[in-house]
């Protein structure tokens, strides 16, 4: 009884470690990841250039979707 | 054995989570502005509902402007108490002035300012917005998680209408 009363505190402030509050963002520690420069694709316009260039260079290799040869003419 | 349930039980209590018909935990805060200071204490027998709110939070830009007009439509008995999570007061001041201008009315509730987040913490916030229903006895009567559209906001008007 003696040694197991030590060994369940130890046991309790170890697992406290991992307890939720201390692992996990909450959700009004988030304004950073809010910020518009943390989503994937910040600007919209350019994302959506880069994935009409990507279709156009990338389609006829497979994988993304049937689109065209890679000529870029559509 | 004894003392194991006792430190089970209080360990268990730690991690017991906020939920209606508890005590409404207390607070002292400063306003946006930084000239008054708020606690539970002000608003004793009047039915408050406690927002917590942040710039960034897309839910929060939209329940705002209700707010405005939740807050217009009763002169007595009822306080609608914001805090604000922001990292900078700045950011909800301008915030704040928008609603302001998309309103066209001047902002009529009580916003609070926390940026140590010791409100949330303590109300155990579990998404931005969330609202407390709080009755005159400082009770919480309802917990509402998220953004509140027009429908909703009338709903609440009815639940505020039978505290008051």
């Not at chain 2, 502005?33 to 539970?40: A, W």
């Not at chain 2, 927002?51 to 939740?70: Q, T």
């Not at chain 2, 609070?112 to 709080?134: G, R």
């Amino acid at each position: 009884m003696k040694l197991t009363l030590p060994l369940f505190l130890t046991l309790i402030i170890l697992l406290n470690g991992c307890a939720e509050t201390l692992t996990r963002v909450m959700p009004y520690e988030k304004e950073h990841f809010a910020d518009p420069k943390m989503s994937v694709s910040p600007l919209a316009e350019r994302a959506e250039h880069e994935g009409h260039i990507f279709l156009i260079r990338e389609a006829s290799a497979g994988g993304d979707s049937a689109y065209q040869g890679g000529c870029g003419c559509r | 054995m004894k003392i194991l349930l006792l430190f089970l039980t209080l360990g268990l209590h730690l991690y017991a989570g906020i939920s209606e018909g508890d005590k409404a935990p207390n607070f002292t805060l400063k306003t946006l502005d930084g000239k008054k200071i708020y606690s539970m204490k002000n608003f004793k027998g009047e039915v408050v509902l406690l927002n917590l709110w942040a710039s960034w939070c897309k839910g929060c830009k939209k329940e705002m402007p209700e707010f405005v007009a939740l807050q217009k439509s009763y002169k007595k008995g009822f306080k609608l108490v914001t805090v604000n999570l922001d990292d900078s007061p700045e950011k909800a001041e301008k915030f704040l002035a928008s609603v302001e201008k998309k309103t066209g009315m001047k902002i009529p509730f009580i916003s609070l300012y926390d940026p140590k987040k010791s409100l949330a913490k303590a109300y155990q916030c579990s998404a931005m917005p969330s609202s407390y229903l709080i009755d005159k006895q400082g009770k919480i009567r309802n917990i509402i998680v998220g953004s509140l559209n027009a429908d909703e906001i009338e709903q609440l008007k009815l639940e505020i209408n039978k505290l008051k």
